[in-house]
Each structure stands twice: as structure tokens, then as C-alpha cells.
């Protein structure tokens, strides 16, 4: 699966650490940055790694900031992102199942790199449900969106 990575400075460790780990599970990975520790915006690698996905360039995204609260606010401003942050493993799954989360948003000053793993391996193997009733719950988040948001 193609997926994109990205995360502002505080999650440029985490992030190289998880684009190694996804190669190695066969994915092809897209790199956006930051590619340094170099003191950066989360809301930049969020749109980044957002752009991808809407954009086809990849199926999926993990998105890393140090808490994973900021970068997944920003990612779910763009119409069509379902960016779910995640620090264990059933929600990590459990998002894609019966939320559709197209971005795993990881914390990397919350977890460490064994842990993210986990959850990049439950996020990545996991697949939408399409149960009427979250097709239904889902629907309703559309209708939200294109109420309120402009983009």
C-alpha cells in the first residue's frame, strides 16, 4: 500500500523510525518532512501529509507531532480527512473498521517506537467495515463537513 509520512520536528525521530518500519512491511512510503529537527509547524506536515492522501499519492498517512493533539486538529480541517489519533492498539484498528480514518496521528513525546509499531501494524492491516450503520454514522460526518467547512 502507498502510504505517506510526515510530522513537524518533534516527530522527526518517530517518523523515520516509522517509514523504516513500513518499507519493511512492504509499503511504499512518501516522505513529506520534516526532514530535520529543526524547529517546524505541525499544521504544514499536516496539510502535507492531508494533500497526499486527497490527492491519490498515497492510501493512507501517519502524521507525528510530539502529543499528536495539534497535528490531528489540523488534518481534520481538510474536507475528506478522517485523521484519528491513536495510542493504543484497538483504536488504531478500531478507527479504520468502523470510522474509515484515512491518517494515524501518533504522539511521539507519548509513545515510543516498539509501541507506534504496534499501532502502524493495526492501523495499516485494518480495513473500513462497511457496515450499513457506519456507512450511516459516517454519512452524517459528510453532511457536517459540507455544512461547515470551506475548504
Do not use: W
Request: proline letters at 1%; charged letters at 25%; hydrophobic letters at 40%.
Amino acid at each position: 500500500m502507498k502510504v505517506v509520512v510526515g510530522s513537524d520536528h518533534a516527530g522527526y525521530q518517530l517518523k523515520v523510525a516509522m517509514g523504516e518500519f513500513l518499507r519493511s512491511l512492504g509499503h511504499e512510503v512518501l516522505d513529506v518532512g520534516a526532514f530535520d529537527e529543526k524547529a517546524s509547524d505541525y499544521p504544514d506536515f499536516a496539510e502535507k501529509v492531508g494533500r497526499a492522501v486527497l490527492d491519490g499519492k498515497s492510501e493512507r498517512g501517519v502524521l507525528i507531532c510530539g502529543s499528536g493533539v495539534g497535528a490531528s486538529v489540523a488534518a481534520n480541517k481538510l474536507r475528506g480527512i478522517r485523521a484519528g489519533m491513536c495510542h493504543d492498539t484497538y483504536s488504531a484498528h478500531q478507527g479504520v473498521e468502523h470510522d474509515n480514518i484515512n491518517i494515524l496521528v501518533l504522539g511521539s513525546r507519548v509513545i515510543g517506537v516498539a509501541l507506534a509499531q504496534d499501532l502502524v501494524k493495526a492501523f495499516m492491516g485494518a480495513k473500513f467495515t462497511n457496515e450499513e450503520r457506519h456507512v450511516r454514522r459516517l454519512g452524517k460526518v459528510k453532511i457536517m463537513e459540507d455544512r461547515f467547512c470551506d475548504n
